[in-house]
């Protein structure tokens, strides 16, 4: 089955501590998507990847971090310096020449 | 720069009862029109979706019209069911320039009773 993983489901962090959340697609999609959502509110996008070893920021990038080492993985990390990290993360995809985004399952970010 | 607004919730209807979330967009040229569903503690999934003006996309019963004369795309459903139950977001996709990305309303929970 074709789809993008994420893990774990539900994170626990200590403030202060950075956290990378995992994001892995088998549908050979190009470019790739993180969000965050929180509630009452829409998605707002964190950062974006159209190419593999090129990544841009979207609204939100402070305080966040991503790689893009290989075409199917897409890994966020969650810094310190990021003010309010508890939400609920989404990572997406979408093929190049296609304007529909698919939507992994979410990790739920909560720091103590 | 591109937007979206959609009505604000929460909606609660009885089972069989017609639904109607509105959707308005604010966008340059001519944006591809979506609307995805939230099932809870899940990511999203695309419900349907239209690439031009008049087009209608559907799906499970779900109709929407891409209108570009009142900047509108609203979604409707005959009869739900309390499956149904979730929450329904409305997003245009605009590839001018090198932005290809989503831009998402705030979202509208629908709750179906039986």
């Known amino acids: 089955d074709g789809g993008i993983t994420q893990s774990p489901k539900y994170l626990f962090r200590k403030e202060g501590q950075n956290v990378t959340l995992s994001c892995e697609q088998n549908?050979?999609?190009?470019?790739m998507y993180w969000y965050r959502q929180d509630p009452g509110q829409g998605l707002r996008l964190i950062y974006y990847?159209?190419?593999?070893?090129?990544?841009q920021k979207g609204d939100i990038a402070e305080g966040y971090s991503v790689s893009r080492e290989k075409k199917e993985s897409f890994p966020l990390t969650v810094t310190s310096a990021q003010k309010n990290p508890t939400a609920f993360y989404l990572c997406?995809?979408?093929?190049?020449?296609?304007?529909?985004?698919?939507f992994g399952p979410g990790t739920r970010l909560t720091v103590l | 720069g591109n937007s979206v607004t959609q009505m604000e919730g929460p909606v609660t209807l009885s089972e069989e009862a017609f639904l109607t979330i509105n959707c308005t967009y604010t966008a340059t040229g001519y944006p591809s029109l979506f609307w995805y569903v939230q099932y809870p503690g899940e990511g999203l999934q695309l419900l349907l979706k239209a690439t031009k003006a008049d087009d209608k996309g559907s799906n499970k019963g779900f109709e929407a019209t891409y209108r570009k004369e009142t900047t509108s795309f609203h979604l409707e459903k005959g009869s739900v069911q309390v499956s149904d139950s979730a929450v329904y977001f409305c997003a245009l996709y605009n590839s001018g320039g090198s932005n290809y990305k989503l831009t998402f309303g705030k979202g509208t929970l629908l709750t179906v009773n039986p």
């Open positions: 549908l050979n999609h190009d470019a």
């Open positions: 990847s159209q190419i593999v070893n090129d990544f």
């Open positions: 997406a995809s979408r093929g190049l020449l296609s304007n529909e985004q698919f």
